[in-house]
């Protein structure tokens, strides 16, 4: 099976843009999370989304979006960009709920905002 | 709320030595425990889980991990280092109680390991 995808793998934005960033899960999973990683704060969970529902939020700004579609694939969305924004964006994902299923993890999208 | 604590940001372990990452963690209620790699540029990659049962969790790549309830500790060990070990470990917890279905993850600072030839 193939692994998680992340796209693009790089991006390189101004403060004010906008941004999206896709992710495609192993084929048959339906939850997708998505964590941002920086050096000051470590991994921290951004959202869940499950059969295109969101099951669960961190603590970010509304500025941090994201949807899921009914193939599973999930976007997230960051709106005025903010230095602080820069970050390698994880997207993870699993196998059904309520099982004991690990989150499987892509390679990840290196953001950087100028 | 859950929090993991990995209280070394580095770990130095000479090749062919055995190696101990530490974890310390605090839930409201049961824990699912994890250990994730990462290696430069790179997403995290699985290790093990401890679910219940076994105390012994044995893993990818020849880890293994113990964990001690009255502790609250899920500890990253390998009998043996190799110096391709080198690489960043994070360990994760998940509230079994909390978010029906939530695969959340609660993730600590991570611990650079340094495998030394």
Redesign the interface.
């Known amino acids: 099976k193939a692994g998680v995808t992340q796209t693009p793998r790089y991006l390189i934005k101004t403060r004010g843009q906008q941004v999206t960033l896709s992710c495609s899960p192993i084929s048959g999973h339906r939850s997708v999370s998505w964590y941002q990683q920086t050096p000051g704060q470590g991994l921290q969970f951004l959202f869940e989304y499950f059969s295109e529902t969101q099951r669960n939020k961190g603590n970010f700004p509304g500025r941090f979006s994201g949807r899921q579609f009914s193939n599973s694939r999930s976007e997230m969305n960051v709106s005025t960009l903010e230095l602080g924004d820069s970050a390698l964006y994880l997207c993870a994902s699993s196998g059904e709920v309520g099982s004991y299923n690990e989150q499987f993890f892509g390679p990840g999208t290196r953001l950087t905002v100028l | 709320a859950q929090s993991v604590a990995q209280p070394e940001d580095q770990v130095n372990v000479a090749e062919g030595n055995p190696l101990t990452v530490k974890c310390t963690y605090s839930v409201s209620g049961n824990p ?1 425990l ?1 250990w ?1 790699v990462q290696y430069p ?6 290790l093990l ?1 401890y ?1 219940t049962g076994d105390n012994l969790v044995k893993g990818s790549y020849g880890f293994e991990a113990e964990f001690n309830k009255s502790q609250t500790s899920f500890h990253l060990k390998k009998p043996s280092a190799l110096v391709s070990d080198s690489a960043l470990y ?1 360990c994760a917890v998940r509230d079994m109680n909390s ?12 611990t650079k390991l340094s495998v030394i030839p």
């Open positions: 699912y994890f994730y540029n790179r997403g995290l990659q699985f889980k679910i994070f978010g029906a279905g939530s695969y959340q993850l609660t993730f600590g600072k991570g």
